[in-house]
């Protein structure tokens, strides 16, 4: 048997006999026995965090763990305690992410693999694209650069590619062109002393260009030396790292209306602040419009 322990599962006592069974978004409210309730909680905060690669159950517990499973294991699935995932799973954060889109989805498998096929690419100073892919891959995601294979813009496979920059509004602009000319989908990531702004995320002929929300700015030449910048503090990176990985995450499993494209979230080192807008695309941009040139004549509706 090959299964895996959810990612989200909760075990409460509430007194009398009575146990309160957390899957996700779902409830169950157990009344078991002071053996069965012995067992269930040795399941869930022993045996269940054990699994969490898609190999047989007989590889990752022992023979008395899989004994005190085995008249558990129909009920746990029925609950979504227990996962069939017939997509590999090989980490605990692919375990996370998996559990995540199992309970919004009836198609758990086809989704992650969908997801776990976009790769992220990182460009950009070390200091940065280092966390940040670990953020990145912490959520589950596929990550290039920063890492063992580094990327570049240039690569043209990528689902995303993420550009961060010091201050150089000119030298995004640049990139700007050349990937939306490729039509590629990208995010600017801008850092100054005081401010990192994410965004627009952008995807060619759908949403905002960084153009589209304004001609780039010249680099300061006051700028201090960057080890005293707020907005490289660890502390700091973690929080930015954190809202790149939950929207990247977002872009790529579909949930409802809200998604990142075209939106800027700009957080403020010095206020402790955190802002979010959405650009509009605009149509005659001279970057992106090509993509989804707008209508020159009049149209009757």
Request: aromatic share 6%; net charge neutral; with cysteine.
């Amino acid at each position: 048997m090959v299964a895996v322990g959810a990612a989200d599962v909760e075990l409460r006592t509430l007194g009398e006999g009575r146990f309160e069974l957390l899957t996700g978004a779902r409830k169950f409210v157990l009344r078991i026995t002071d053996e069965q309730e012995k067992a269930l909680s040795e399941i869930v905060t022993d045996i269940l965090p054990k699994l969490f690669r898609t190999v047989p159950v007989r590889e990752q517990v022992t023979a008395a763990e899989i004994e005190l499973l085995a008249p558990y294991v129909k009920q746990l699935a029925s609950m979504g305690v227990l996962l069939f995932p017939r997509q590999s799973i090989e980490t605990v954060a692919d375990l996370r992410l998996y559990s995540f889109i199992a309970r919004r989805t009836a198609e758990a498998d086809k989704v992650f693999g969908s997801v776990k096929a976009k790769r992220v690419t990182l460009t950009g100073p070390d200091r940065l694209t280092t966390v940040f892919a670990g953020l990145l891959r912490d959520q589950g995601l596929t990550v290039d650069g920063a890492g063992a294979h580094p990327r570049t813009e240039t690569d043209t496979d990528a689902a995303l590619t993420v550009a961060v920059s010091l201050g150089d509004e000119a030298g995004l602009d640049a990139i700007n062109r050349r990937l939306c000319g490729e039509g590629r989908s990208w995010l600017p990531v801008l850092v100054t002393p005081g401010q990192l702004r994410l965004g627009p995320w952008t995807m060619p002929g759908e949403s905002a260009c960084p153009r589209c929300y304004g001609p780039p700015r010249p680099v300061a030449d006051d700028l201090p030396a960057t080890g005293s910048w707020l907005t490289l503090q660890p502390g700091f990176l973690g929080w930015a790292g954190g809202v790149l990985a939950h929207m990247t995450m977002r872009g790529f499993v579909p949930m409802g209306a809200e998604h990142p494209w075209g939106r800027i979230t700009t957080i403020d080192a010095a206020r402790c602040e955190q802002t979010s807008v959405r650009a509009w695309r605009d149509p005659y941009c001279a970057v992106c419009a090509p993509h989804a040139p707008a209508r020159q004549e009049w149209a009757e509706v």
